[in-house]
């Protein structure tokens, strides 16, 4: 078996194992209606598209047919007009000058894309005899545009996927960093990073983290409210992003001619490396679903009810698994 189904298989057993979860989560209303929403989080160059790919095609084809939809964070960034807009209004915030960060999202566009596509299944739920066919139209991001500033594609161009759906894929290199809600911790935290090397947070005043950390409650809120399983891809060492991000570019030289040269990767991966300093790992060692308001749904604990939802899968520098765990 290659490494790479090794990688797929652990994902795949650990979807399985949580379809019915909607099911406990949704209520009464929802309770047949609602696909299983699982969150995919990894670094620039781990692989990600390519596990979610492979993903799809193991869960929808056989013995599993099941009605799978696969949608990235990268296709919900903010329109140009209104990043420019935001760079604007914070002229010294180099952390969301360009598209990449917390904060440079269209998040409501997520959450509405979210709840299309639960209120679709719920509508084909309906035993009316001529139920009419239902689509979800899927929101689409062209990084060429503007220069390669990037530019959300006319909604009239975005392609339409039709319900009912079993599971939605849902990933990006963010997902699952939480906001840190005491500001006197996260202060503590800038100030001890930027002493030390390679210093990629002391290029940055606390203000323009501070922002990025504001935007974080939003993601939580609006997103991760319909995440009901969470998968990690954790790369060996941050060194290793730069690495892998290289190797894609190279890629891209051999396959189009063209690409970032070795200084533009470096000088483009450097903008990410704040966050990863500050959120990587505490999404490393604590569940995504600690502290949500699974306790609050159907009287049920957090023990009882968000245990075993969150997987990590720690790979080596060469994408191979190393070690899968459960992540409480």
Same mark, same amino acid.
């Given at each position: ?12 057993? &650990? ?25 995919? =989080? ?16 193991? %869960?929808?084809?056989?013995? &599993?047919?099941? *009605?799978?939809? $696969?949608? =990235?964070?990268?296709? %919900? ?16 915030? +180099? ?30 739920? =309906?035993? &009316? ?16 545009? &503007? ?55 002391? +290029? ?40 892998? *991000? ?28 704040? $966050? ?30 968000? $245990? ?21």
């Amino acid at each position: 078996m290659s490494s790479r189904l090794d990688k797929v298989q652990p994902i795949v057993s &650990h979807i399985l194992r949580h379809i019915p979860l909607p099911r406990r989560l949704s209520g009464a209303e929802h309770a047949a209606s609602k696909p299983l929403f699982v969150g995919i =989080s990894g670094p620039q160059g781990i692989g990600k598209t390519t596990i979610t790919n492979k993903l799809v095609a193991t %869960l929808s084809g056989a013995p &599993h047919n099941l *009605r799978v939809l $696969a949608f =990235s964070s990268d296709d %919900l960034y903010l329109p140009y007009t209104e990043q420019e807009a935001l760079s604007q209004r914070y002229p010294d915030n +180099k952390l969301i000058e360009y598209r990449g960060l917390p904060g440079t999202h269209d998040v409501q566009l997520g959450a509405s894309t979210f709840h299309a596509i639960c209120a679709a299944n719920q509508q084909m739920a =309906s035993d &009316h005899p001529q139920r009419e066919r239902v689509t979800v139209p899927i929101p689409t991001y062209n990084k060429a545009l &503007h220069s390669g500033r990037g530019d959300q594609v006319p909604q009239d161009q975005w392609p339409h996927v039709e319900a009912p759906f079993d599971v939605v894929l849902f990933e990006g290199w963010s997902l699952g960093f939480k906001s840190i809600r005491e500001p006197q911790i996260l202060l503590e935290m800038y100030r001890q990073r930027s002493t030390f090397p390679p210093y990629y947070l002391a +290029k940055h005043p606390f203000s323009s983290l501070d922002t990025v950390n504001q935007a974080l409650e939003a993601y939580e809120k609006e997103w991760y409210s319909y995440l009901d399983v969470f998968v990690h891809l954790s790369a060996p060492n941050l060194a290793t992003v730069f690495k892998w *991000r290289a190797e894609q570019e190279r890629d891209l030289w051999t396959k189009k001619g063209s690409g970032m040269t070795e200084d533009q990767v470096r000088e483009f991966v450097s903008r990410f490396m704040p $966050a990863y300093e500050v959120y990587l790992e505490r999404l490393k060692q604590e569940s995504v679903f600690r502290e949500s308001n699974c306790e609050h749904v159907l009287g049920l604990s957090t023990e009882s009810l968000c $245990a075993g939802r969150h997987l990590r899968l720690d790979l080596n520098e060469d994408r191979e698994l190393m070690q899968a765990t459960l992540v409480e």
